[in-house]
């Protein structure tokens, strides 16, 4: 969407993602200044569903005092017209290539906390700031001024000179990203062009005029130009050697697995999420990956969403928290033998292990019932006296 001209208000202040969406034609080729551009890089496509990806897994829930709460209908579908993890996920988008996240309260209960919200792209924001109060700041949506209370604002770092926004991935590695951009560009020339030809022919002549050569060259064309395979006859002492990309081109491929890591990196990732050779990768059980990409990439973003949110959210001293045990659980066989240990030491009631497999509640535990003992007794008639025994084989 094309960006609106700034209002008077707002001349001066720049946009919030602080990218221009028109930057006098640049679009055309290979470059990147935004982020739908940057998304145009697949390692970058990758890095960003990667995030959202698995945040958006989480449900949110609120807690008070480390103990949980019922679930507000807010943390499950904070916008009602999208749900709740396609409203975390575009959030997270946001964050990371733009560096800020914005949501408007669209609507508010009798006791003033919100009920409902929605997300608009950063680059529809402006923010006009005073300086030195940081908290003397207004707001712009699309050209319109709108209440400060009712703008939830998630910013990833700091611009050092207007630090009332954030700065997002594809601000901060500009130049990294049109470089790699650019080899792809160069790669795809390359093929589509023609960069050397298929075979050099090499004649047993000395000596060859261009008018015979060029006569040849139609004829190998109309003879072999398609995709066939035909026989094809020589005078003797006639080369033909296939010819494949220059020595510089072939170094294009170095190239694209240096600018996986670059990627990787400007995303605090590993590469192995990108398909970038990793020396000294071993076998890891799911488990362990995910938490240590928990641990090194998403808990930062997920602790400024947390934060944040719950200022804006919940009435004071209940706190969001993602449940990053979605994130944590390994396969079955791993953990169930986990939980097994956990119920036997007694640290964990098997009604609780029920409830991590998200199972439905049993009955309560019960010792098992005594068998019954079958007591072999002489009966009695009326009279008092034994009946008497059966022969063996009678009918009784």
Known sequence: MTMLANPPALRGAPPISGLPMDVGGLGVGPWVFDAATALGVPAVSRCVQLYSGLVRQCAMDSYRAGQPLPRPALLDAPDPLNGGPWFVGVNIEDYLLNGNA??????????????AV??????????????????????????????????VHVKRGADRFYPVRGVGIVEQNLSTLNRVSM?????????????????????????????TADDAKERWMDKFGGPVREPVFLPNGTQV??????????QLTEARKQSLTDIANMFNVDGYWLGSPVAGMTYKTSGPQYQQILRTSLEAVMAD????WSKAWLPRGQTIHFDRNQLLRDDLGT???????????????????????ALPAGAPDQPPAPQP???????EDQTGQTPPTQPEGAAP
Not at 241 to 250: A, E, N, R, Y
Not at 336 to 357: C, P, V
Not at 373 to 379: L, Y
Request: proline share 8%; net charge negative; charged share 10%.
């Open 373 to 379: 003992q079958v007591v072999i007794a002489a009966a």
């Open 102 to 115: 914005l949501h408007l309260v669209t609507a508010r209960g009798a006791d003033g906390w919100p009920l």
């Open 183 to 211: 080899e792809s560009q160069y790669e795809a020339t390359a093929l589509s062009g023609g960069a050397v030809p298929s075979v050099a022919v090499i004649t047993p002549q000395p000596v060859l005029n261009q008018d």
């Open 118 to 151: 929605t997300w608009f792209p950063s680059i529809w924001w402006h923010v006009q700031w005073n300086p030195p109060d940081l908290a003397n700041v207004s707001y712009f949506l699309m050209g319109g001024q709108v209440d400060p209370a009712d703008v």
């Open 305 to 308: 969403f947390e934060s944040v």
């Open 241 to 250: 050697i296939p010819l494949s990309w220059s020595p510089t081109d072939t």
């Open 335 to 357: 953990t169930a033998t986990a939980l097994s240990t956990l119920i036997t030491a007694g640290i964990m009631s098997a009604e609780e292990a029920r409830s991590y497999l």
